[in-house]
């Protein structure tokens, strides 16, 4: 363990740090942000909290709030003492920015040397950060938890595969940090350069930021020899390091001495017990910067009851499972198909009926924007129709930062729905991809 003092805390004392912490943060944020004032006094809710229980009537927090609040509308602390923005990886319309002060990112830096600890990992180690470096939170956020380990960092960042293999190779990479579908994909790569990457030193992944399964898991270990180990985070709330699994891989634990996990019905936005499914709602304990109260995230998951036998007192959260939004997650990018239709809604030449349909291609999830013609087009013009297919992925790509393969289909061939327009088809599954 990186930090066994906080880590392996007695539950009591851990919900006496936490109401401490509490009072600190729900004070601060209503000194410093009028947002936070207006829904305190809008709910007839007082800063000063005398218990954890008295906190389940403060207001959530959403994205829109965030949104509206952008981009330094929600900061608590002056702005010369942020010393780094990040923001989370949606784009056009989506964006939010999270400040952090020197005292966050410190604390960051510990939560991921946490993070790679409970992998296993040690200043032997050598971690290549193959997550993207830049407004994203995964590169830098693994990079300074892998420095204030002690361990080597290689800040190679993602993309260019083959370096990556080679890198891995040449460096006696023992830690790999990147997506998990990015994962399959170095494997395979490694194979078609004729390298077994099982004969590497390689002994752990640190993989997430997006969806995975346990079937997942267990092919990128057989085809890498290592653990494969889930880690969870998201920028509003900090970036990666928020959770992450030990080496029981049985669910990822909570660093609650800096975030108040609940789990709650989306309906009745009510508490659920431990193990029951709900919506995973966070209050950052620490943050100076960008604290939250009751962020509503999106993400389902639920507590899973019981004991770690690894020694850590950190109750465990099981694997997010889904969303209760349609958002995607696009090789790390974070894309709402209603962003899709505002640009399609911009290109003449189409309509406004798409489909984003999603499929497998080898181990790597595949994306496929499907969109009708406008109706007087003349389907014989090829050229004409390519320069048009051309032109909107242009666009898409232009507006989302993400590059999404685009399908022009005759006028009124996408099913018209008369309740809610199904716009997101699944097709993974059939094909019985991990
Ligand atoms: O993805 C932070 C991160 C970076 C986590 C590197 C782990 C590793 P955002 O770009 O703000 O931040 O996206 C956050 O991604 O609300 C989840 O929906 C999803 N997500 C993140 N980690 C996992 C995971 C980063 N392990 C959003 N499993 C979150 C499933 C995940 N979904």
Redesign the pocket.
């Given at each position: 363990m990186f930090q066994p003092e906080y880590e392996a805390m007695s539950r009591d004392d851990l919900a006496s740090l936490q109401l401490e912490r509490l009072r600190d943060v729900l004070r601060r944020v209503y000194d410093n942000v009028p947002l936070y004032r207006k829904k305190f006094d809008d709910a007839g809710v007082s800063p000063d909290v005398t218990s954890l229980e008295d906190f389940a009537s403060f207001p959530f927090t959403v994205k829109d709030d965030m949104r509206s609040a952008y981009p330094y509308g929600m900061f608590a602390a002056p702005l010369r003492d942020i010393v780094r923005v990040h923001s989370?990886?949606g784009t056009t319309g989506q964006i939010t920015v999270v400040g952090y002060t020197q005292v966050d990112i410190d604390n960051w830096a510990d939560l991921m040397a946490r993070t790679i600890a409970c992998a296993g990992g040690t200043p032997d180690d050598v971690v290549q950060v193959t997550?993207g470096y830049g407004l994203?939170?995964?590169g830098l956020?693994v990079h300074y938890g892998s420095e204030r380990l002690g361990a080597i960092t290689i800040p190679i960042s993602g993309g260019n595969t083959k370096r990556q293999v080679q890198v891995m190779k040449d460096f006696g990479t023992t830690i790999l940090a990147c997506t998990p579908s990015y994962a399959l994909l170095i494997a395979e790569t490694a194979q078609d350069m004729g390298m077994d990457v099982r004969d590497l030193p390689l002994k752990a992944g640190i993989f997430?930021?997006?969806?995975?399964s346990d079937n997942m898991r267990r092919q990128i270990e057989e085809l890498m020899g290592l653990t494969a180990i889930?880690?969870?985070?998201?920028?509003?709330v900090l970036?990666?390091g928020v959770a992450s699994e030990c080496l029981e891989q049985n669910g990822l634990h909570v660093n609650e001495d800096h975030f108040l996990i609940e789990i709650i019905d989306p309906e009745t936005l009510q508490p659920v017990p431990d193990g029951e499914p709900g919506e995973v709602v966070f209050t950052t304990l620490t943050k100076q910067g960008i604290p939250v109260i009751r962020y509503r995230?999106?993400?389902v998951s639920r507590i899973i009851p019981g004991v770690c036998p690894c020694g850590r007192t950190f109750r465990k959260m099981e694997?997010?499972t889904g969303?209760t939004d349609d958002?995607l997650?696009i090789r790390g990018v974070?894309v709402f198909p209603s962003q899709i239709e505002q640009v399609l809604a911009g290109v003449t030449g189409v309509a406004p009926h798409y489909q984003v349909v999603l499929s497998k291609r080898g181990s790597m999830d595949h994306v496929e924007v499907h969109v009708e013609v406008a109706p007087d087009t003349d389907f014989d013009e090829v050229r004409e129709l390519e320069t048009l297919r051309r032109r909107v992925g242009a666009e898409i790509a232009s507006a989302l930062a993400v590059n999404i393969d685009v399908k022009l289909v005759e006028p009124k061939s996408i099913a018209r729905s008369e309740g809610k327009a199904k716009r997101v088809i699944d097709l993974r599954d059939e094909q019985g991809g991990v």
């Amino acid at each position: 363990m990186f930090q066994p003092e906080y880590e392996a805390m007695s539950r009591d004392d851990l919900a006496s740090l936490q109401l401490e912490r509490l009072r600190d943060v729900l004070r601060r944020v209503y000194d410093n942000v009028p947002l936070y004032r207006k829904k305190f006094d809008d709910a007839g809710v007082s800063p000063d909290v005398t218990s954890l229980e008295d906190f389940a009537s403060f207001p959530f927090t959403v994205k829109d709030d965030m949104r509206s609040a952008y981009p330094y509308g929600m900061f608590a602390a002056p702005l010369r003492d942020i010393v780094r923005v990040h923001s989370s990886s949606g784009t056009t319309g989506q964006i939010t920015v999270v400040g952090y002060t020197q005292v966050d990112i410190d604390n960051w830096a510990d939560l991921m040397a946490r993070t790679i600890a409970c992998a296993g990992g040690t200043p032997d180690d050598v971690v290549q950060v193959t997550y993207g470096y830049g407004l994203f939170t995964g590169g830098l956020g693994v990079h300074y938890g892998s420095e204030r380990l002690g361990a080597i960092t290689i800040p190679i960042s993602g993309g260019n595969t083959k370096r990556q293999v080679q890198v891995m190779k040449d460096f006696g990479t023992t830690i790999l940090a990147c997506t998990p579908s990015y994962a399959l994909l170095i494997a395979e790569t490694a194979q078609d350069m004729g390298m077994d990457v099982r004969d590497l030193p390689l002994k752990a992944g640190i993989f997430g930021a997006e969806p995975w399964s346990d079937n997942m898991r267990r092919q990128i270990e057989e085809l890498m020899g290592l653990t494969a180990i889930d880690i969870y985070g998201l920028s509003e709330v900090l970036g990666p390091g928020v959770a992450s699994e030990c080496l029981e891989q049985n669910g990822l634990h909570v660093n609650e001495d800096h975030f108040l996990i609940e789990i709650i019905d989306p309906e009745t936005l009510q508490p659920v017990p431990d193990g029951e499914p709900g919506e995973v709602v966070f209050t950052t304990l620490t943050k100076q910067g960008i604290p939250v109260i009751r962020y509503r995230t999106r993400d389902v998951s639920r507590i899973i009851p019981g004991v770690c036998p690894c020694g850590r007192t950190f109750r465990k959260m099981e694997r997010v499972t889904g969303r209760t939004d349609d958002m995607l997650i696009i090789r790390g990018v974070n894309v709402f198909p209603s962003q899709i239709e505002q640009v399609l809604a911009g290109v003449t030449g189409v309509a406004p009926h798409y489909q984003v349909v999603l499929s497998k291609r080898g181990s790597m999830d595949h994306v496929e924007v499907h969109v009708e013609v406008a109706p007087d087009t003349d389907f014989d013009e090829v050229r004409e129709l390519e320069t048009l297919r051309r032109r909107v992925g242009a666009e898409i790509a232009s507006a989302l930062a993400v590059n999404i393969d685009v399908k022009l289909v005759e006028p009124k061939s996408i099913a018209r729905s008369e309740g809610k327009a199904k716009r997101v088809i699944d097709l993974r599954d059939e094909q019985g991809g991990v």
